[in-house]
Structure formats: structure tokens, C-alpha cells
């Protein structure tokens, strides 16, 4: 069975006042097995966001169904999507999404704070992920004094302290200079080899080519999607830069 | 440039945040018709001829500059806040080509454009409340037009002035906002967020004594009128003491729970502490305005509403027989008995011809010296001015000669004081040894009548400056001794004092009739005596008085509490508002992050529910030590009821914290369709 399932998942938005409806996905079906890091690319404004907040129950599906580890998230109740949301889901996204109220360690601790973790278990756990994501001496800082590659690691440890069984990403580098981007990308790596399933979206055929499967989604489907097997990270960007151009020319594939 | 850019864009620039400058224009004016009807009580002179108009009308000028200070302290912080929302907005003007003079134009223009508009508004505003009162003065309460209302031109000068100077030092601090950024500075620092403040454990500590001594020097406090500088200090103290606390203490206690693990890392607390941490400094200011208006409007309905509902009570107090009659001689002549004699037969023929009856008599003279009392001993003269400046108010006492045998005759008691002896009797807590030595004569105390000593004077305990009561043998000798004293206009300190009241038994007409009778009687006896005062008065004549008086105290303190929570609800709104605005995102990313909206809610609950609660909580204990100058000072007014004051207070406390509640309510209500 495979870690995450999406099924025939459709979204339609409706404006405001009934008038035109916009059709952002149609249609979506996807598997991602345990461990697997996989990258949705596709155009700005092809539904990769909203497909993604979908998976992340962030946002309902006008038809569809996710099942993550055997559970239907639709049958979630609402009152416990959150918190089935901070004990199954790392999300990292492209703005940070960190609250300037809190130093970067409290934003950290947030997840485990709101699932009632003791203090001393939270310490252990960011232990852990501090060193490796290269934020361990920086912990006291705010937001407001760090670099925008700092601060998305520290997303990114926000995500992972939970234990995740997926992270979510949402053009993680979207905000970041090339060499954060760089740095970024390393980590995920790193930290999909410790075996952590990772699903990001990006633009970024440098970033997707780092992932093990890529999938292309295009008007509100998917179109493709390629492997990376044992391929080099070189061989991969050029194959999805392929991919890329095809889908440019709207050719079939 | 062309003409009319600047204002052009000042007006538009203000119009593209009128969120948030509507409601501070709209503090402005509130400002402003505030401190209109504060100057105008007090230096328009309506209060004048009220008892106890030179302590309220003391009050209201001490009102006007605590009202300046007020009004400077909330328009400056909270305006350089405004500011700060908007330096991304000067960032991309001077990226747009405008240098720091264009853009300290465009924001003199703003400031201008506000004061005219808070003046103008402000003036109509006061103007307005004040006929309100006017009418509701002699509708409601059915004064005279003893408190008449106008336009006062000097007091609209001078809040205009007031208010030029406050938003000038709010245009001056606005430049230097802006002078010390560079436009890319200016762009980020709307975006980077404010610095999460440091605790500040110096200006915490600085705040927390300041409100210490405030405290201690409004409880040490025995004698309000002479001391009542001392109160204003105590005022200001606390003002201040409170502004700290709330901006630098309550930082410091977040994060103190901050550094406790257990508490802080819990769902119910993690989110709020931290918030209250990161804001307090800035909300700090805001709740402390709250506070202060808070407790002005306890202090003054409290205050006056016992006043009002205790009218008949004072006026009993003051005045406890139906007519009374008073006069007063400087120095000592060998005529003064005879005076007193002759005194006797103007009442009994009076109250014949008025067909009354004398009842309850209690007519009696006495000599009197005053001079500053220390270690059993009055001091008669005083070495030089110079002692002036040094001496305690409160030590200033006024000695009174009565007879023994009047004594015992007119207050029906049974003592004897032999040559040399005295008994004595004082309302304030003055410490008479065995021996009191006054000038250089000195008596052996044989007997205290503390207790008692209303009989002589009902209100004693009210009286300004202590008042010693010595019965002797024989006053005119004693008196004698003090013929030699003059104060520094070479006029004798000694003085002659002749006291009556008396019961009459006719009805209300009949008893004013007989007392303004009385009153010109007087006139034609002492005319040329050389008599400093005499009059004389009666209990039914002064009922409409102080009715009146208290009533219309009563009203004051009412109009003067509505503007000062129309200023909080304003204060309110504003600070939902802006964090409105501020939280809309945070609660987006909390939700993001796996926080419920159960969660989202309970911690917006407790956060709403703390900050509520601060202003009340401080301004409760604030009136709770202020209170017992307030009761000294309602004696003044021949108040003399602890009880009453503390009722009216518990009554004013429910009230105001119910509307606060609601207000609170109905602004949080904007609050949440705001981040929702
Ligand atoms: N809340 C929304 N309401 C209406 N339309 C939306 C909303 N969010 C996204 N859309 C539309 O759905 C489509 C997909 O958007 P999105 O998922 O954000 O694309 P991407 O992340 O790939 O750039 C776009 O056409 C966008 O305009
Ligand atoms: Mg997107």
C-alpha cells in the first residue's frame, strides 16, 4: 500500500458572486510510496498550490479523495483536521510562514506545543535536527535577525520535529538566493536519505531534479512524470528540461 | 512643484490609511473638547461662589496640566505607531524621487491638516457639551444660572495653543522617524516586523517605585488641602508610575513566564505570552491611558455622587441648628463682653419679633491664636519668612480660648479648670503632651475631649488645619497675653470670635426670614466697630445651595465621564483594530501549522481577556488608595460619611467595568471579522 494516495482529485473555485468559476484541478491521481521524494512542476498558476494544501487538508476537494497511510482525509472530522494535520503533516512553505513573535526556537517547538509535549522531550527531539539543518547556534534569534536561508531551515525543522509521515513543500525556494537554494536542496536530499518522504512543488528544475520521480501538472492534470532511477542529477535536469519543453510546445507526449 | 501638491498628497496619503487615522483624529478632537471644558472650569471663574470652589476649582487646574500631559503622552505614541505602519509608504516616495524635505512636507502638511481639523472640531465639540451641561444644569437639576456655560475666547486660545505645541513635538518626532532611514530601510521595515522589545528591567523598576511612592506619599497623606500639592505630586507619580509599569513591566513579566518551561510551553499559554510579550510595549501605552481615564472617571463619580446623595447630610452637618450668626474682631478692646451682651438681646429681640422660640441655644465667643505647633508648643511668630517656605502645613494650628464656665453653661458639661490649667480637645491628630505652651505661657493639660469636640465645632474634623480647643479658667486673661503678637502687616493675630446657632421652631420661610433679618440687624450693630466679618444664616436658605452645588458637581463628574470613555472606547477600538490587521496573518500560519480554530479562539480569549482586565485591575487599586484623600477631602465639603464614599465607589466601579466590558465586547466584535 503506498504511503499517499490521491484519487480522480478535482477543485473548482467559484468567485465570489457565482459568476465564473475557475477549474484549478481536474482530475489528479498520484501515488507516493514511503520514502519516495517526489516533485510536482509545472506552470505558475497550474493548481500545484492548491493540490498541494488539498493533500495537506489545508483545503477541501470539490471531488476526490486523499488517503494518506490507509486514513481518508475527507472523513477526518473537522474538528480534528488540525490536529490530524500537525501529527501527520511537515508543511514548509515558500514565504516561511514563521510567526515574528516568537524566536526561532519557539517557532519550532509550536507543532510539539500544541500536541502537549513535554518541555524536555521538545528539547531532545530539536537536538536532534538542529545540528545537521545548521541552525543549532541561531535557536535564540527572531525571525526578523536572520537570513531568509535561515529561517527556511528553520521551517524546514518545524516540519521534521514532528515526525512526520510526509513534508510538504511549497516552492521551498522559491524566496531564496541560489546558494541557500543550494543549501536547501542538499538537506532535503540528506534528509530523504534518513528516510523521510518528501513531496515538493517547485518551478525550479534545478530543485526537482534532485527528486527521485517528477511529475508534470498541467491545466489542472497530470501530464507526465519521469524517474530519476539511477540516473545523475545532471542526466535528471536535462530530462525534465525536455519534459519542460515539450510541455511548452502544449505537445502531446 | 506645483502649489497645493504637498496638502494634495498629505490628504490623500492620510485618506489611503483612514483606518487607522479616523479613529486617531477622532481621539484628537475628544482631546481637545476635554481640555476646553477642563480650562474652562477652571479659569472662567463658574465655580466661583461654590463652598469648596477654591479646592474644586484647584483640582481643575491641576485637571488641565494632567490633561495636557495626557493628551501629549497618548497622541505622540500613539501616532509615531501610525508612523511606523507607514514607512514603507515613504520608502517608495523617496524611491519615486522625493527627497526628505518633499516627504517632511507632505507630513508637516498631515500634522497641520490634523491640528486644524482636532482644533476646529474639538472647540465645536466642547463648546457643544458645555451648552449641554448648561441646560442640563438648569433643566434637570433646576439650578439658578449659577453655573452658566459660555464661549470662553481664552480657553479656546489656549487649547488651541496646547494642542499647536503637542502635534508640532508629534510633527518634530515624525521627521526624525523618517530622517534616519534610508529608502530601502524604509521599505523593509514594514515588512521585517517590529524588534520583539527587551525587557527592560531599569525603566520596570524605574515605573514600579514611581508608582510606589505615588502610592506612599498619597496614603501618607493626613491633611489634603494643605497637602494638596503633595497629591498632585502623588498624581503625577502615579501617572507615570503606571505608563512604565504597563509598557516596560508587563514585558519584563512575559518574560519571566517565558523563562518558566512548564508554564510557558502550553498550548493555553505559549501563543498568548508570547504575543502580549511582543506587543505590551507598544499596547502598554494604550492600556495605561485606559487606566488613567479609567480611574479619573471612579474617582470623579464617586467622589460626587456621594457628594449629591449626601446633601442633606452635609447640610445637617454644616449647619445643625435652623440659624446661626457669626462674627469676628481682630485684637483685644475692654468692650468685646459687653460686645457679647449686647449680641444676646439683638437675637432675643429678633426672635421676638419673628414670634420664635429659642431652642437648643449654643451661643458662646472665644479668643483665638494661631501660630505652627511643634513638641507642645505653638509658635506664635515666626522667625522670617524664610521659615514660611519650610514649615508642614498640616502644623499650622489655631489655638481657641472658650470659658469653663461657658464651657460647662452652653455644652452643658460639669468641669472645673483651675488658674493655669486647661482642658483640651482637637479633632486632628496633634500630639498634646501634659504641658502645652503657647507663646510663653504654658498650661498644665488636666483633661482631653477629643471625643466631643463636634459639640463646639461640627465640623471640625473637616476643618483645613487643625484646630486646638482650650478651655481655661478664664480666656480674657489669657488672652491678654497674646496682645502683644502681630503678624506681618503689623496686625494683631489675636482674635475675638462670637459663635451662635439656635432652634426657632417656625417653618422654612419663617427661619430664612428671620436669619436675613438677623443679617442686617448685625450690619447696623457693628458698622463701624471695626469688625473683620460677621453674618449670619440659616439652615433652609442653604439647602438650595448645596443641593444645587452637588448637583451640580454631580453633572461635571457625569459629562466629564462620558467624554473621558468616549476617549477609551476610541483607545479600544484602535488597538483592536491595528492588531486586527497585525494578527490576520500570524493566525493564518498558526492554522497552517496545525493549531484548531477551538485553539486559535481560546488563545485570542485569554489574550482579550488579560488585556481587558489590566486597565480595570490597576485602576480599581488606584481608587483604592486614592479613596482616603477623596473622603478627606469630601469633609471639606462637610462630608462626613466613609461608608456612603465607599458605596458610590463599589456602585461607579460595577458601572464602569460593565460598560468597559461591553465596549470591550463590541470592539473585539471588529476584532474578530477581522482575522477571521
Ligand atoms: N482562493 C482561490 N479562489 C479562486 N481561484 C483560485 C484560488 N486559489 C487559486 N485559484 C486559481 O486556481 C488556479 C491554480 O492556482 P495555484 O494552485 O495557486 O497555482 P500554482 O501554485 O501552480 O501557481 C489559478 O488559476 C488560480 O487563479
Ligand atoms: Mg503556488
Redesign the pocket.
Known sequence: MSLLEARNIKKV?K?RFGGTS?E?LNNVSFTVEKGEYVAIM??????????L?IIAALDKATDGSVILDGMDLSKVKDRDIAKFRRDNLGYVFQEFNLLDTFSLEDNIYLPLVLAGRKPAEMQERLKKIAEPLGIANILKKYPYEVSGGQKQRAAVARALITDPKVILA?EPTGALDSKSSDELLALFKQVNQMGQTILM?THSTKAASNASRVLF?KDGAIFHQIYKADASDRQMYQKISDTLTLLAQGGDK | MKAGFYPKMAVSGMRKNGRLYVPFIITSILMVAMFYILHFLSFSGVMRGMPGAGTATDMMVFGVYVMTLFSAIFLFYTHSTLIKGRKKEFGLYSILGMNKRNIGKILFWETAIMWVVSAALGLVAGIGLSKLAELGFTKLIAVPTKYTFSVSGSSAVSSILVFAVIFFLIYLNTIRQIRFANPTQLIRSGRAGEKPPKANYVVGILGLLFLGSGYFIALKIEQPLSALRWFFVAVIFVIIGTYLTLMAGSVILCRILQKNKKYYYKTEHFVSVSTMAYRMKRNGAGLASICILLTAVLVMLSSTAALYTGSDECLDTRYPNEVGAFACKYGYDESLPLQAARFDDLINSVAAEHGAVIQNNCTFSEYSISGYYENNRLQVTLNSMTDMAFIDYDRVAQIMFIDAEVYNSVFGHDVTVGPGEALVGTAKNIEIGDELTIGDVTFNVTGRFDDTVTEIDPVADGAASPTVFVIVNDSESVAKEFIKYKDYNGEPMLAWFWNCRFDTGLDADGQIALASDLSAKLKEELKGKGFSNYYSESHEAERGDFVGTFGGLFFLGILLSIIFLVSCVMIIYYKQVSEGFEDQSRFGIMQKVGMTKDEIRKSINSQMFTVFMIPVVFAGIHLLVVLPIVNKLLMLFALFNFPRLLLCAAICLCLCGLFYGLIYKATSGAYYKIVA
Open positions: 473555485y468567485t475557475v484549478a509545472g506552470e505558475s498558476g497550474s493548481g500545484k498550490t492548491t493540490l494544501n511549497d512543488v501538472i
